[in-house]
């Protein structure tokens, strides 16, 4: 089944305490971004790539890391978190084929607080 | 920049039809994305437009204006399943924006 999978989906932590939340997808797409959720905000990008070892900032990549390692992996990782990165965080992944088109999947999100 | 701007929240009866207008800044467009949004699901893919005019898929068509900067979902023949936030993005370049979603009731 093609699907794009987060770990883990919920997390409660503190301060300061660096995280990572992973990605998998297994369809060999090229591009796959992050985005945080937050209500009257909607969906913003944080990081995306392009392809393995090609990463650039979207929106609101402050205070996030991402690496692109190998093509179906993009973890974000926080190394200080801090209470205003409390969210909700999906990631996703698409083709670059054909514009696009019928190919968009994001994973099931990832609940994030930082107490 | 892009700016997406949607309304808020609409309200529409089962089996109606109801509009979902979206507007995008055309700084560098390449085209414009809706997707539907259960609350705590994440976003499902619903439709992708690059050229202008109306796209059909089944109960739902999307419709673009590039010179506008301007698009909207149509929903036909409402359901209750289709109760969900409605998500307006543009495509620039490599850059995904999105709008803060418009929340859709379809009532009996």
């Known amino acids: ?115 | 920049g892009q700016n997406i701007d949607q309304p808020t929240e609409m309200t529409a009866t089962e089996g109606a039809i109801v509009q979902i207008n979206c507007t995008y800044q055309t700084s560098g467009f390449n085209g414009l994305f809706w997707y539907q949004q259960h609350a705590g699901e994440a976003p499902t893919f619903l439709s992708y437009n690059v050229l202008d005019g109306l796209e059909e898929k089944g109960r739902f068509s999307s419709f673009l204006s590039r010179s506008k900067g301007y698009s909207y979902l149509l929903l036909k023949e409402l359901q209750m399943k289709d109760s969900a936030s409605y998500l307006c993005a543009s495509y620039n370049n490599n850059d995904m924006r999105f709008g803060a979603g418009t929340r859709l009731t379809v009532k009996p």
């Open chain 1, 1 to 115: 089944e093609a699907q794009v999978t987060q770990n883990p989906r919920y997390l409660i932590t503190v301060t300061g305490k660096k995280l990572t939340v992973t990605c998998s997808q297994n369809m060999n797409h090229e591009y796959m971004s992050w985005y945080r959720q937050d209500p009257g905000l909607g969906l913003r990008q944080i990081y995306y790539s392009m392809n393995v070892e090609v990463t650039d900032k979207g929106d609101v990549p402050e205070g996030y890391k991402v690496s692109r390692k190998e093509k179906r992996n993009f973890p974000l990782i926080l190394e200080s978190p801090s209470p205003n990165q409390t969210s909700l965080y999906f990631c996703a992944s698409s083709t670059r084929d054909r514009g696009f088109r019928d190919t968009q999947y994001f994973g099931p999100g990832t609940r994030l607080t930082v107490l």
